[in-house]
């Protein structure tokens, strides 16, 4: 299984990115969306079921939705009121049976 991460970029406190993640192979099942700040851990934005049950941590919520397009394999992050503080690499995986397969990862910077 192979991800492709993109929609990253850099925009101003209060505007808005999606970032989409194509995922190629079968049987996947739970997708989510991660990131890494300089010098931090990385922590999860969302996360999203085959049957589309989502969950967010409450940094994001309210902000962020996760969507998916099972035909295309294919998941999304709507980033709404984005702040500095979502400055991050932003990294996407996919669960596949018991193996977690992780995208390139897409820079957002958000700054005036």
């Known amino acids: 299984v192979q991800l492709q991460a993109s929609g990253g970029g850099l925009v101003q406190p209060g505007g808005s990115l999606r970032l989409a993640c194509a995922a190629s192979g079968r049987g996947i099942n739970d997708m989510g969306w991660y990131r890494q700040a300089p010098g931090k851990q990385r922590e999860l934005v969302a996360r999203i079921t085959y049957g589309g049950r989502t969950n967010y941590p409450d940094s994001v919520k309210g902000r962020f939705t996760i969507s998916r397009d099972n035909a295309k394999n294919t998941v999304y992050l709507q980033m709404n009121s984005l702040k500095p503080e979502d400055t991050a690499v932003y990294y996407c995986?996919?669960?596949?049976?018991?193996?977690?397969?992780w995208g390139q990862g897409t820079q957002v910077t958000v700054s005036s």
């Open positions: 995986n996919a669960l596949v049976l018991t193996t977690v397969y």
